[in-house]
């Protein structure tokens, strides 16, 4: 496809509620935007790296995005020359497919494919210094109709269960529990934080260990790992073949768009989890309503999907961008929108 024009920019955006997980604080977020256009169509995108998990920063998307840009100008393999910038990759993938798909006059998700129509989202509630901050963050929540909570955890096994078992007093079978360690905790801490989250029905454990302890992971039982949810130890095909060869060691992969390097990318990851009966959630991290757009396009394109984690959003001051898809009483669905269904705030 030739473009007639390719052009990025950047936003720095407070959330509105600042949060903590096992490795950082955040209180606002650095995004990138990205719109290509040919023929009077344009197509848009969006980058907001993960650098504690990729290893790409601002200032490597940025880079990338230039030379992205003179690559797709002049017809060039623009992802082969991105491949170590997956959230610059994953804005030019969207845009691009955004583009494909308004020129077909179709969404996304059925120029791919469609598996699914609706799914309902977790929403999360950080890493907080009491008790009484947790249980009023979830009672927000599900005064709002959210009837997944995902809560992050790994800094102090004490503190993390006992927020666990408070939650669940709380509110009983009324909601759904996950939890995400953010790579926090101890092999030999696994047994515990297993056996409590089987107790109090926890759905599945995120991410329990750094991904170079991943071969510490085969002292849990198969029931275990079928519970067991991989985020950082996952961000490219050649890591998901990786982990259910030789053998399965996860129940549950997390993709995020920003870290498998688009749409593409983590539709490629999706195949092999459907070929090897591993369930799929789809993550984000603090991004605009494009990038979460494009996710649950890919995440409703994709047989293997069971679960979302598609709040990033939520957590803007504002937000550069609209539309895409609507969330009511927790459960996401997709509008009939050509593209992603996206559009900017200020109507460019």
């Known amino acids: 496809m030739k473009l007639d024009a390719v052009e990025y920019w950047t936003e720095r955006v407070p959330l509105t509620r600042p949060y903590t997980i096992a490795y950082d604080r ?3 977020v650095q995004l ?5 256009q040919t023929a009077g169509h344009i197509g848009l995108g969006c980058a907001s ?7 790409e920063t601002f200032a490597d998307c940025l880079s990338a995005l230039e030379v992205g840009r003179h690559a797709l100008l002049a017809g060039e393999d623009w992802a082969a020359l991105l491949r170590t910038a ?3 990759q994953a804005a030019y993938d969207m845009a691009l497919l955004d583009l494909q798909s308004r020129l077909a006059s179709r969404s996304l998700v059925d120029h791919l494919g469609r598996a699914h129509s609706e799914l309902a989202t977790s929403i999360t509630i950080g890493i907080k210094d009491r008790l009484d901050e947790v249980l009023a963050e979830a009672d927000e929540y599900y005064g709002r109709g959210f009837r997944i909570l995902k809560v992050k955890i790994g800094l102090d096994i004490e503190q993390d269960l006992e927020r666990i078992h408070r939650l669940r007093e709380r509110f009983g079978a009324a909601v759904r529990l996950r939890i995400d360690a953010n790579q926090g905790y101890r092999a030999e801490q696994l047994g515990r934080l297993f056996s409590t989250a089987d107790a109090l029905g926890v759905e599945f454990i995120e991410q329990p260990l750094p991904p170079a302890r991943n071969s510490d992971l085969a002292i849990l039982t ?11 130890s996952l961000l490219s095909i050649d890591d998901a073949y990786n982990l259910v060869s030789p053998n399965i060691q996860c129940g549950i992969f997390n993709i995020k768009l920003m870290k498998s390097g ?3 990318n983590a539709l490629g990851i999706a195949r092999i989890a ?3 009966g591993v369930d799929l959630m789809w993550g984000c991290s603090d991004e605009s309503c494009i990038g979460i757009a494009a996710a649950l396009h890919a995440a409703f394109a994709s047989p293997a999907t069971r679960y979302l984690d598609l709040d990033g959003h939520l957590d803007l001051a504002r937000d550069p961008a609209r539309g895409g898809f609507t969330i009511e009483q927790g459960v996401m669905r997709l509008t009939d929108a050509h593209g992603l269904g996206v559009t900017l705030a200020d109507g460019n």
């Open 274 to 276: 459907a070929a090897n």
């Open 26 to 28: 955040i209180d606002s």
């Open 262 to 264: 688009g749409i593409t």
């Open 49 to 55: 790296p993960i650098p504690e998990v990729s290893g």
């Open 32 to 36: 990138a935007f990205v719109r290509v």
């Open 222 to 232: 198969p029931a275990q790992r079928g519970k067991l949810a991989l985020d950082e």
């Open 86 to 88: 997956p959230a610059a």
